[in-house]
């Protein structure tokens, strides 16, 4: 038998080497790798640096600044010092990006709200890729009747509104939690947001798969492998499934940065990761009314949000162009 | 008289397009391919050759007709009772990158038929027996065994097109419908392939239906001739008396059309005017009229049926141009 070196590589290795030359993709992963990092880091984080607990309010709590303890909650500094707002962005340690209307440590919330989105956004997406393969494939390649009610629902999803779906499903959700048989899913699930947000980009992701098996369905291989006797069963494993999972993968980035928009929209609105637990969109909240005083509350975690997704999108246009066997090695010509 | 292998009796494909209307691509096909021999499929683009060629080997569903390949009627069979029949009867198609799975290496692509496939005892191969019958493949349609490892892209189109024929001989089938197999390929490697397409056939005693638009290739390979006109059988012969004295007007034309290096002054027939018509709204009376150079008004309302003239060819014609 030949040894594994001298074969040709195949078509996932062109595509790793491909992307392994692209910068660009090369970066995002990087980015992305770090904000993984850093989101995983949150505990020591909060435990050796900030040393506060981030999911305590501290209105009443003092920092030590310079040796001199300084309250967390400050006086305006309007004319008739009227209010407090919460300390700014101290720049060491501690309220190293300032505290929220909580007396919070923001840049620890930051960290434990990286963790959520992330977790969500992706989770959400791999769970969505996973039920649009089923639908997009099983319609693409039966086709007719099973195509036709498949798709029907699918443009029913479609044309609701897509954060109209996902605050419907969310409000019924969170407010009543869900109970399936022993099982009871309490609001503060994450779940919740996981399962909503998967359900609602299926439409998205199941058209271009569906639109992908229907076309190789009709290719002439496929013929050819009919006409060879291969069962459809074989056909769709051995024939269609490969050259469908260059779609999917593609597919997965870019559902991950919309997932992690939505699960920060929801969030931002109530109805996704419940207080007191945190994610970019509940800290985006949180600042809503400290955007005058303290904006970093909430521009922080939307540029956290801006990098993921920009990456994340880089990184689906890297794949793309990396998975396309033909055209690369065409271009190699 | 040679045994008949495949027969098509009065086949008929339609296809339903939008606004009730209805494309027929053939139409009323009758035929024979005897053991042994060569039958070329001639015709402009679009008149229904490679429909016909998939529909004799049932790879698209005839809308009527029947079918008969080696005495059983195969018109009903399910999927899966065509399978035993399948490895006797296989196809190579016109584009030889699309009919090659991307993403699989060239022996896999070959194996597949094998694995599915039991052998001649109706036991599955095992590797061992898979792998020394990819050795002979390989060897016969004249690549190195290294292909078996590469992917389909890293060939040029000749090359996948001896790959394609490898694995529709991968199971020893007794009848190959070979759908414009040279057309897609540049001339010099054109006379390569047709030149192995002839020597297979003498070596292991093939039967092909070899469609094909080019006039040449077919006079090079084929034993019989049916030349196809919107979707039917205008004319079906001998090679030599199809191709040297045809007796319908299309093949006549079809013949003229052939571009020549040399310009002769004695040309056998005017050019066709016009083009073909569609086969959504055809003609009434025979199909060929509305461009026929020796059309009559008979023409225009009664069709003529492909009947034998005397010299043992069978002509679509009214009036069928003297041999």
Not at chain 1, 101 to 128: E, P
Not at chain 1, 213 to 236: D, Y
């Amino acid at each position: 038998m030949r040894s594994s070196s001298s074969l040709p590589p195949g078509p996932w290795a062109v595509a790793i080497r491909a992307l392994a030359r692209d910068r660009a993709s090369l970066v995002s992963v990087g980015v992305l790798a770090l904000m993984v990092l850093a989101s995983l880091m949150a505990p020591l984080y909060a435990r050796y640096v900030s040393r506060t607990d981030p999911f305590l309010s501290n209105v009443a709590g003092q920092v030590q600044i310079d040796g001199r303890a300084v309250d967390i909650m400050q006086p305006n500094d309007n004319p008739l010092h009227l209010g407090l707002s919460p300390i700014g962005p101290t720049g060491r340690g501690a309220y190293l990006l300032g505290a929220d209307s909580q007396g919070r440590d923001v840049a620890a919330r930051l960290l434990y709200g990286g963790r959520n989105s992330l977790l969500i956004a992706s989770a959400a997406a791999l769970l969505c890729v996973v039920m649009a393969g089923v639908v997009g494939i099983v319609a693409g390649f039966f086709g007719g009747v099973v195509d036709a009610v498949l798709s029907r629902i699918m443009d029913i999803m479609w044309a609701v509104p897509v954060y109209l779906f996902a605050i419907s499903l969310s409000i019924v959700m969170v407010s009543q939690g869900l109970t399936i048989g022993p099982f009871t899913i309490t609001s503060d699930n994450l779940l919740i947001p996981i399962v909503i947000i998967a359900i609602v980009y299926v439409p998205y992701a199941a058209r271009p798969i569906r639109g992908r098996v229907m076309a190789l369905r009709n290719s002439e291989f496929v013929l050819a492998a009919r006409g060879l006797g291969v069962p459809s069963a074989r056909i769709l494993l051995r024939d269609i499934l490969p050259n469908v999972t260059g779609t999917i993968v593609v597919l997965a980035p870019l559902l991950t940065a919309l997932a992690l928009l939505t699960e920060s929209a929801l969030s931002f609105l109530s109805i996704g990761v419940q207080a007191p637990a945190a994610s970019w969109g509940t800290i985006i909240q949180d600042g809503e009314g400290l955007i005058y005083t303290r904006p970093l509350v909430a521009v922080a975690p939307g540029l956290a949000i801006v990098i993921v997704v920009l990456a994340l999108n880089v990184l689906g246009d890297g794949l793309r162009d990396a998975l396309d066997v033909r055209e690369t090695s065409r271009r190699g010509h | 008289m040679a045994e008949t292998l495949l027969s098509a009796r009065s086949l008929r494909k339609d296809y339903r397009l939008p606004r009730g209307q209805r494309l027929r691509a053939v139409d009323d096909v009758s035929l024979d391919v005897h053991a042994g021999e060569v039958l070329g499929v001639v015709g402009e683009s679009g008149c229904g050759k490679s429909t016909l060629g998939r529909c004799l080997l049932r790879l698209t569903e005839a809308s009527a007709g029947s079918l008969t390949f080696e005495g059983h009627d195969i018109t009903g069979l399910s999927e899966r009772a065509l399978r035993p029949v399948r490895q006797r009867m296989q196809m190579v198609f016109q584009d030889s990158y699309a009919s090659l799975n991307p993403r699989r290496r060239i022996g896999d692509l070959l194996a597949e038929p094998l694995r599915v496939h039991p052998d001649a005892h109706g036991r599955r191969r095992d590797m061992r027996a898979i792998e020394a019958r990819l050795a002979e493949l390989v060897d016969l349609v004249g690549l190195t065994p290294d292909a078996l490892a590469r992917y389909p892209h890293e060939f040029s189109g000749g090359q996948r097109q001896r790959i394609n024929i490898a694995r529709a001989l991968a199971l020893s089938p007794r009848l190959i419908v070979a759908d414009e197999p040279v057309s897609a390929l540049d001339v010099s490697i054109q006379a390569q392939i047709v030149n192995l397409f002839a020597d297979l056939q003498a070596r292991l005693g093939l039967t092909y239906v070899f469609i094909a638009h080019d006039l040449a290739v077919v006079r090079q390979i084929s034993t019989r001739v049916a030349v196809m006109y919107l979707g039917a059988v205008v004319e079906l012969g001998a090679t030599d008396d199809v191709l040297h004295a045809p007796a319908h007007p299309y093949t006549s034309a079809l013949i003229a059309a052939v571009p020549e290096p040399v310009v002769r002054a004695d040309k056998l027939m005017p050019s066709l005017r016009g083009d073909v018509p569609s086969p959504v709204n055809p003609p009434p009376g025979c199909r060929f009229h509305t461009r026929c150079p020796v059309a009559r008004p008979v023409c225009g309302q009664d069709a003529p049926t492909l009947r034998a003239v005397p010299d043992g060819r069978q002509v679509a014609c009214h009036f069928p141009l003297a041999g």
